[in-house]
């Protein structure tokens, strides 16, 4: 197999690891509940094709409703995610330029446009999750606070996370 299938399939187990022995159990104060197995969809190369993306993030968010006991929430905010992802990702990561990038991270895509993606996707996953959750806008504000704080949170784990674990490429 591809090196780069091997990698992701690595990054997908590692960060499913972290979010299910470690982050499933953070819930500060009600409003952040960080959620860094979705930096895997994010991380996807930016070639994979629709279907494939579409059924990777199904399939991420389908696991993660299994290991939390959901309802499918992380399913449905994961398929959305992706398909934002999808539509928008060129736009933001490369300004549309006709670039393939094997793997989207802080170092190899300007570091304030890949920030902008990962408060974007993880504002978008947030916004949806905990509507879903709360089943309507019932509790309009505590959704836009937890959507908030949480995506802040998520934002920098994501960041972290690529500061340990990727190393700046020298030319």
Request: hydrophobic content about 55%.
């Amino acid at each position: 197999m591809n090196k780069l299938i091997w990698r992701n399939i690595g990054r997908f187990a590692l960060l499913m690891l972290i979010q299910i022995l470690v982050l499933n159990h953070v819930y500060l104060g009600g409003y952040i509940m960080p959620m860094l197995y979705l930096l895997f969809i994010l991380m996807l190369p930016t070639d994979t094709g629709r279907i494939p993306m579409l059924l990777i993030a199904f399939g991420t968010g389908l696991i993660m409703d299994i290991m939390s006991n959901m309802l499918g929430f992380h399913a449905l905010a994961c398929t959305v995610v992706a398909m934002l992802r999808i539509l928008f990702a060129d736009r933001i990561l490369t300004r549309s330029e006709p670039v393939v990038i094997s793997t989207p991270s802080i170092y190899s895509v300007t570091p304030q446009y890949f920030i902008s993606y990962l408060l974007l996707m993880f504002a978008s996953f947030y916004l949806i999750f905990f509507t879903a959750e709360l089943f309507g806008f019932r509790g309009f504000w505590s959704v836009i606070v937890a959507t908030v704080c949480s995506t802040l949170a998520t934002t920098a784990l994501a960041v972290l996370y690529q500061f340990i674990f990727f190393k700046k490429e020298t030319p």
